[in-house]
């Protein structure tokens, strides 16, 4: 709800600040007054475009700061804003101020924090409908018609969105099932050949680099054969080394117990022995591990030649081959079993899509409900707006499959036809000024509560009618205010100005001599008095007569 609004150097307003309350509230002023320049002050708080003819002669600025009641938590509005990183303290109110400058620059600001004009006009979409001649959003855009019927409906479309998202991811599935088959299909021949090539070579975990290892092993082997014989041999036979050392120990054991030096000494030749014969175990060991066999040498080289190939082949490396002899033999399986599990995802998909079918049509059946009642409800408020020939008409059609989707299966529309026997049409094709904005009013008090902003601004709703119409038209802003909202309208009409709870006054001044002369348009609150003397003089004219007084007098009291 708009609070308070503040304009600097717009058009002909120098300064104005000006207070609000919910409810209806009325503004009214002579022709040319200025009624205009207001509605433009805050459409340019709302992101409206930014014209350098509003900035006032000989300013070089102009600013409007409108303030509005803190959003509710939970709303759209506040999540608009944090996920604009708007920054809401709790009971602080929502801060929009724009300046222009006269060479058409301007800046914007929610909360002292920079915004794009863009962001200004989704956030004044939350805050303030206007609706008027020129009103080409609200009401008259069928984008939003869908919505304003599913709470009209009290229908709740969130079952349906998740039939439909659960029902892409199952289509989302099976294409990606089918892709892998198609593209496994046409490999196929391919697929057969690798893997018989892979089953043959059987590749192992590991092997590649115990057969390198092997191989080289056998190969320094082959170097170091004969000197490897020729060692052996001094640790072999009778007159082998460790048998010397062992017949020497023994002929040194009879003596040891003649000295200490020879008890040592045998300990020490002891030790010797059992080195030797270590030394002569790892030896043969080594000769083992290094026999040089032509075959096996080949046999190895053939093996590990053949599981580098391999492996260039497929552009992995040799340790990968088993691995990916599974992928590819998975993938020819995949090719064999495919069909039986595309059959098994083209079922869910097929579930899933009747389950959002029955989920949507269950949906239409509701809103085609909701919309014979809504209707019949703006038909009954046309006849007393003076609109008793025209039809108000809900189309809810029916969409082709595919644009289906999350809100369901319908397209939605408000229609109106003006004449017995013409066809309906959109609303703003049709209708134009002061009819158009009955239109709305008949249609937002049909409405009632469901959506919308809390502000509504309705600009010269009354053009064109008088009497019982004009007085129609007031019970119904009346009415459509005690929804708990707040309207503005801007009127001509005495019967709709006497219906407000509170009341502006614009104004049009003058001072100066005819070279100087500056021309000011100002905007003050009426107490009782002061609105039974403006009403009056909207049933006179020029001069207030006291039988004007008394019928403003009697109006006021009907109100």
Same mark, same amino acid.
């Given at each position: 709800?708009?609070?308070?609004?503040?304009?600097?150097?717009?058009?002909?307003?120098?300064?104005?600040?000006?207070?609000?309350?919910?409810?209806? !509230?009325?503004?009214?002023?002579?022709?040319?007054?200025?009624? *205009?320049?207001?509605?433009?002050?805050?459409?340019?708080?709302?992101?409206?475009?930014?014209?350098?003819?509003?900035?006032?002669?000989?300013?070089?600025?102009?600013?409007?700061?409108? *303030?509005?009641?803190?959003?509710?938590? !939970?709303?759209?509005?506040?999540?608009?804003?944090?996920?604009?990183?708007?920054?809401?303290?709790?009971?602080?109110?929502?801060?929009?101020?724009?300046?222009?400058?006269?060479?058409?620059?301007?800046?914007?600001?929610?909360?002292?924090?920079?915004?794009? #004009?863009?962001?200004?006009?989704?956030?004044?979409? /939350?805050?303030?409908?206007?609706?008027?001649?020129?009103?080409?959003?609200?009401?008259?855009?069928?984008?939003? /018609?869908?919505?304003?019927?599913?709470?009209?409906?009290?229908?709740?479309?969130?079952?349906?969105?998740?039939?439909?998202?659960?029902?892409?991811?199952?289509?989302?599935?099976?294409?990606?099932?089918?892709?892998?088959?198609?593209?496994?299909?046409?490999?196929?021949?391919?697929?057969?050949?690798?893997?018989?090539?892979?089953?043959?070579?059987?590749?192992?975990? !590991?092997?590649?680099?115990?057969?390198?290892?092997?191989?080289?092993?056998?190969?320094?082997?082959?170097?170091?054969?004969?000197?490897?014989?020729?060692?052996?041999?001094? %640790?072999?036979?009778?007159?082998?080394?460790?048998?010397?050392?062992?017949?020497?120990?023994?002929?040194?054991?009879?003596?040891?117990?003649?000295?200490?030096?020879?008890?040592?000494?045998?300990?020490?030749?002891?030790?010797?022995?059992?080195?030797?014969?270590?030394?002569?175990?790892?030896?043969?060991?080594?000769?083992?591990?290094?026999?040089?066999?032509?075959?096996?040498?080949?046999?190895?080289?053939?093996?590990?030649?053949?599981?580098?190939?391999?492996?260039?082949?497929?552009?992995?490396?040799?340790?990968?081959?088993? $691995?990916?002899?599974?992928?590819?033999?998975?993938?020819?399986?995949?090719?064999?079993?495919?069909?039986?599990?595309?059959? =098994?995802?083209?079922?869910?998909? #097929?579930?899933? #899509?009747?389950?959002?079918?029955?989920?949507?049509?269950?949906?239409?059946?509701?809103?085609?409900?909701?919309?014979?009642?809504?209707?019949?409800?703006?038909?009954?408020?046309?006849?007393?707006? =003076?609109?008793?020939?025209?039809? %108000?008409?809900?189309?809810?059609?029916?969409?082709?499959?595919?644009?289906? $989707?999350?809100?369901?299966?319908?397209?939605?529309?408000?229609?109106? *036809?003006?004449?017995?026997?013409?066809?309906?049409?959109?609303?703003?094709?049709?209708?134009?000024?002061?009819?158009?904005?009955?239109?709305?009013?008949?249609?937002?008090?049909?409405?009632?509560?469901? $959506?919308?902003?809390?502000?509504?601004? %309705?600009?010269?709703?009354?053009?064109?009618?008088? $009497?019982?119409?004009?007085?129609?038209?007031?019970?119904?802003?009346?009415?459509?205010?005690?929804?708990?909202?707040?309207?503005?309208?801007?009127? /001509?009409?005495?019967?709709?100005?006497?219906?407000?709870?509170? /009341? %502006?006054?614009?104004?049009?001044?003058?001072?100066?001599?005819?070279?100087?002369?500056?021309?000011?348009?100002?905007?003050?609150?009426?107490?009782?008095? !002061?609105?039974?003397?403006?009403?009056?003089?909207?049933?006179?004219?020029?001069?207030?007569?006291?039988?004007?007084?008394?019928?403003?007098?009697?109006?006021?009291?009907?109100?």
């Amino acid at each position: 709800m708009l609070t308070a609004l503040s304009i600097a150097n717009i058009v002909l307003i120098e300064r104005l600040d000006l207070d609000f309350e919910a409810g209806l !509230g009325v503004l009214t002023g002579e022709t040319g007054a200025g009624k *205009s320049i207001l509605l433009d002050a805050l459409g340019l708080a709302l992101g409206m475009r930014a014209d350098s003819a509003l900035v006032r002669q000989g300013s070089d600025r102009a600013q409007v700061t409108a *303030s509005f009641a803190p959003p509710a938590p !939970g709303t759209l509005l506040a999540s608009l804003l944090a996920d604009n990183d708007i920054a809401l303290e709790p009971g602080e109110p929502l801060l929009i101020r724009r300046t222009l400058r006269a060479d058409g620059g301007s800046r914007a600001f929610l909360n002292d924090q920079p915004s794009s #004009a863009a962001l200004l006009r989704e956030v004044g979409g /939350h805050l303030v409908e206007i609706h008027g001649q020129h009103d080409d959003r609200g009401l008259l855009a069928p984008a939003g /018609h869908r919505a304003l019927l599913d709470a009209y409906a009290r229908v709740d479309t969130g079952p349906v969105a998740e039939a439909h998202a659960a029902w892409r991811a199952a289509e989302a599935r099976l294409a990606t099932a089918q892709a892998a088959v198609s593209e496994a299909t046409r490999d196929r021949e391919w697929l057969e050949h690798c893997v018989a090539e892979l089953q043959r070579l059987a590749p192992q975990p !590991g092997e590649e680099a115990e057969l390198a290892e092997a191989r080289a092993a056998m190969q320094k082997g082959e170097k170091i054969a004969g000197d490897l014989a020729a060692i052996l041999e001094a %640790f072999e036979g009778s007159a082998g080394g460790p048998a010397l050392l062992r017949g020497a120990a023994r002929r040194l054991d009879r003596l040891a117990g003649d000295h200490p030096l020879l008890a040592e000494a045998l300990a020490g030749l002891d030790r010797a022995i059992i080195d030797a014969d270590e030394a002569e175990a790892k030896l043969h060991e080594a000769a083992r591990a290094m026999e040089y066999d032509p075959e096996r040498l080949e046999a190895a080289e053939t093996r590990l030649f053949e599981l580098r190939a391999m492996a260039r082949k497929h552009g992995v490396q040799p340790d990968e081959l088993p $691995g990916l002899a599974d992928d590819l033999a998975a993938r020819l399986d995949a090719i064999e079993g495919g069909n039986a599990g595309l059959a =098994k995802l083209e079922a869910a998909v #097929a579930e899933s #899509a009747a389950a959002y079918t029955h989920a949507a049509t269950a949906l239409s059946d509701r809103r085609t409900k909701a919309a014979a009642r809504l209707d019949a409800a703006v038909a009954g408020e046309l006849a007393p707006l =003076k609109l008793d020939a025209a039809r %108000f008409r809900t189309l809810v059609e029916r969409l082709p499959a595919d644009r289906w $989707g999350a809100d369901g299966m319908d397209r939605v529309e408000f229609l109106i *036809s003006t004449n017995p026997g013409a066809p309906f049409a959109p609303l703003a094709k049709i209708a134009s000024g002061g009819e158009l904005s009955r239109f709305i009013l008949a249609l937002k008090v049909a409405l009632a509560e469901e $959506g919308g902003a809390d502000t509504i601004i %309705f600009d010269e709703i009354d053009r064109g009618v008088g $009497g019982a119409v004009a007085s129609a038209i007031g019970e119904r802003l009346a009415r459509l205010a005690g929804a708990g909202r707040q309207l503005l309208v801007v009127t /001509h009409s005495p019967q709709v100005a006497a219906k407000g709870a509170t /009341h %502006f006054v614009i104004a049009k001044s003058s001072e100066g001599a005819s070279d100087g002369l500056v021309t000011r348009t100002g905007v003050r609150p009426l107490d009782p008095a !002061g609105r039974r003397e403006e009403i009056a003089r909207m049933l006179s004219g020029a001069e207030v007569t006291a039988e004007a007084r008394a019928q403003a007098q009697r109006l006021l009291e009907v109100a």
